[in-house]
């Protein structure tokens, strides 16, 4: 059985494989391929109105525990949609 995850754009569960998580690492956030990265995670769906919903709302902020500027949120954006960092 698959482990399921959340959506914090959409707030939709769905198996671990189908979502990307992003973590809070000392160095900033990240993209974590591996979904085995320590430091806080949250995870969303490659699709774009999750993407824009997870950002504009403030949900990735708030379930990271960290602010995001907009630079760094439209790295991100870039990042989840190609899935590299």
């Known amino acids: 059985m698959q482990p399921t995850r959340t959506c914090v754009g959409c707030r939709v569960a769905g198996s671990k494989s189908a979502l990307v998580r992003l ?3 000392d160095d900033g956030v990240a993209l974590d ?3 085995r990265a320590p430091g806080r995670g949250a ?4 699709d774009r109105a999750c993407i824009e919903a997870a950002t504009a709302k ?4 708030r379930a990271l525990r960290t ?3 907009p630079d760094e949120l439209g790295r991100l954006r870039k990042a989840i949609e190609t899935g590299a960092l």
């Open 58 to 61: 403030g949900a990735l902020a």
């Open 23 to 25: 973590v809070r690492a």
């Open 33 to 35: 391929l591996t979904g």
């Open 43 to 46: 995870y969303v769906h490659r």
């Open 67 to 69: 602010g995001l500027g």
